[in-house]
């Protein structure tokens, strides 16, 4: 296979994620024209991360490893498709077969294991790119349920949502709306920045 070939190929595998549906919102059933796919997502976490380099003083922040951790972060959904906090079986093998997903798909790549390590690195988040990275993914999905917020009506959830026990722990502080659900449950994934635009958007939400 010469290198034209490997290109196509690449990208054909990549396009796939342009009509792959965030789990997510199949669940709740938003009620839109049209869902998210998860090439969309994607986009989204490179621009929030781009909004925020752009407006906060992050010296040492290396960006652009930043930017392709995110161009890549959900390339193993090609394979595996997007797994929620609600698909309990699968979850426990998510990161395995992600794994194995991602080895695959950048097995035919000259860069495999520059690719291959970012995306380890990302899903170890020991390091201050990915730990700034993992933040862009869970605010950007937040933001979204926001603006989501008057697409969604509780009683066509999927009723796996709804008897989940941390779903129903949130109803019992008060919480009653997706976009809550969501900022509630990665709240205590943010520091710094993430914290602050978390505490924004919470403002907004009442």
Same mark, same amino acid.
């Given at each position: 296979?010469n290198n034209?070939?490997?290109?196509?190929?690449?990208?054909?595998?990549?396009?796939?994620?342009?009509?792959?549906l965030?789990t *997510?919102?199949?669940?709740?059933?938003?009620?839109?024209?049209?869902?998210? +796919?998860?090439?969309?997502?994607?986009? *989204?976490t490179i621009?929030?991360?781009? +909004?925020? &380099?752009?407006?906060c003083?992050?010296?040492?922040? /290396?960006?652009?490893?930043?930017a392709?951790?995110?161009?890549?972060h959900?390339?193993?959904?090609?394979?595996? *498709?997007?797994?929620?906090?609600?698909?309990?079986?699968?979850?426990?093998?998510?990161?395995?077969?992600?794994?194995?997903?991602? %080895? %695959?798909?950048? %097995?035919d790549?000259?860069?495999?294991?520059?690719?291959?390590?970012?995306?380890?690195?990302?899903?170890?988040?020991?390091?201050?790119?990915a730990?700034?990275? &993992?933040?862009?993914?869970?605010?950007?999905?937040?933001? %979204?349920?926001?603006? &989501?917020?008057?697409?969604?009506?509780l009683?066509?959830a999927?009723?796996?949502?709804?008897?989940?026990?941390?779903?129903?722990?949130?109803?019992?502080? *008060?919480?009653?709306?997706? /976009?809550? &659900? #969501?900022l509630?449950?990665? +709240?205590?994934?943010? +520091?710094?920045? #993430?914290?602050?635009i978390?505490n #924004?958007?919470?403002?907004?939400?009442?």
């Open positions: 296979m034209v070939e490997k290109i196509f190929n690449f990208y054909m595998l990549a396009n796939k994620l342009k009509t792959t965030r *997510g919102w199949l669940h709740w059933n938003v009620e839109n024209t049209r869902i998210e +796919s998860v090439a969309e997502h994607v986009y *989204g621009m929030l991360a781009v +909004s925020i &380099y752009a407006n003083n992050l010296k040492d922040l /290396d960006f652009e490893k930043v392709l951790m995110l161009a890549l959900e390339t193993e959904e090609i394979i595996i *498709g997007d797994i929620t906090m609600f698909e309990y079986e699968e979850i426990k093998t998510k990161k395995e077969e992600g794994r194995k997903a991602v %080895q %695959q798909i950048f %097995q790549c000259i860069n495999n294991d520059k690719f291959l390590s970012i995306i380890a690195e990302f899903e170890e988040r020991n390091t201050q790119e730990k700034f990275a &993992y933040m862009c993914d869970k605010l950007e999905a937040d933001i %979204q349920a926001y603006i &989501y917020r008057n697409n969604f009506n009683k066509n999927n009723p796996i949502c709804l008897s989940d026990e941390r779903i129903v722990e949130m109803n019992k502080k *008060g919480l009653n709306r997706v /976009d809550q &659900y #969501f509630e449950s990665d +709240s205590v994934k943010f +520091s710094g920045i #993430f914290e602050e978390a #924004f958007l919470r403002k907004l939400e009442k």
